[in-house]
């Protein structure tokens, strides 16, 4: 038993040594900073246009489903941030469209075409601008990396890859 043991680590060895060599070689160490970009989204059927149509359907649910702050300081506060932020974000496809929510939750996200939802609960837990900037930015990432759009389209294709094995 203890024969299969010590082969089973070091298959497990070896395995981590050659994913670890493997990663290298696809992931050449570079000495300066560089933007990463993980490719364009689209390519397997969610277009921009698709992503904005769905963001659409989401204001008009969300306006209708949950409690959509529509206070003017707010709004101008929020999206003056987003501005802000957006004249250094590369690869924006579509206007960012950000909205408060109230929610005492720190919450916020990043929803087809451009739409962020912001908790309120933010401003209570923020002790900056930069602290809430950060937040906000990050949602922004999101958008401009397409990742709800790469999430399905990377799930449709393991759907189809599992049905091609049928």
Not at 55 to 77: K, N, Q, R, W
């Amino acid at each position: 038993m203890g024969h299969f043991l010590d082969f089973q680590m070091n298959l497990l060895k070896k395995y981590i040594v050659l994913s670890f060599l493997f990663t290298l070689m696809l992931c050449p160490i570079t000495s300066k900073a560089e933007y990463i970009s993980i490719g364009t989204a689209g390519a397997y059927g969610m277009s921009i246009e698709k992503e904005q149509e769905l963001g659409e359907y989401f204001i008009t649910v969300a306006h209708s489903e949950l409690p959509v702050i529509e206070d003017p300081v707010l709004t101008m506060y929020l999206e003056g941030v987003v501005g802000r932020l957006a004249m250094y974000s590369n690869g924006v496809k579509f206007p960012f469209e950000p909205f408060w929510v109230q929610d005492k939750t720190i919450n916020a996200a990043a929803f087809f075409g451009g739409k962020i939802m912001v908790h309120s609960g933010i401003l209570i837990y923020t002790e900056s601008e930069s602290e809430f900037a950060s937040v906000i930015a990050h949602e922004m990432m999101h958008v401009t990396q397409r990742h709800l759009a790469r999430s399905i389209e990377e799930k449709n294709l393991i759907y189809q890859l599992i049905f091609c094995q049928l």
